[in-house]
């Protein structure tokens, strides 16, 4: 069993910036590909950015390179999404997952944190 806990979402104007933190509840949080996913109101959930936990290779959604970053803390069990040049199209709420790898299916969700941006 692995929890994960998102936190750091919130209201930012365009433009803006915030991570986003993705706590893990076991120290086995090191074997799993962590992934980052969105929803919007009305849409499919998709897929953000992804780390594998072997090599710390990263993916990234197209709408998102450039101005997400990735990344994992693996001694505080801790991934982090920074989000930088926020526009209202990156508005949903954002799920991490752990997974088997980076092409493989979720195997764990956290509950979700809402990110809102507008002026």
């Known amino acids: 069993q692995l929890q994960l806990v998102e936190s750091g979402g919130g209201l930012v104007q365009p433009g803006g910036s915030l991570t986003l933190s993705c706590a893990a509840s076991?120290?086995?949080?090191?074997?799993?590909?962590i992934g980052w996913f969105r929803q919007a109101p009305g849409k499919e959930r998709e897929g953000v950015s992804c780390?594998?936990?072997?090599?710390?290779?990263?993916n990234y959604a197209d709408s998102v390179k450039g101005r997400f970053t990735i990344s994992r803390d693996n001694a505080k069990n801790t991934g982090y999404l920074q989000m930088n040049s926020l526009q209202p199209e990156d508005t949903g709420v954002y799920y991490c997952?752990?997974?088997?790898?980076?092409?493989?299916?979720?195997?764990?969700w956290g509950q979700g944190t809402q990110v809102t941006v507008s002026s």
């Open positions: 076991r120290s086995t949080f090191h074997y799993y590909a």
């Open positions: 780390i594998e936990s072997t090599d710390d290779r990263t």
């Open positions: 997952a752990a997974l088997t790898d980076c092409l493989g299916y979720v195997d764990y």
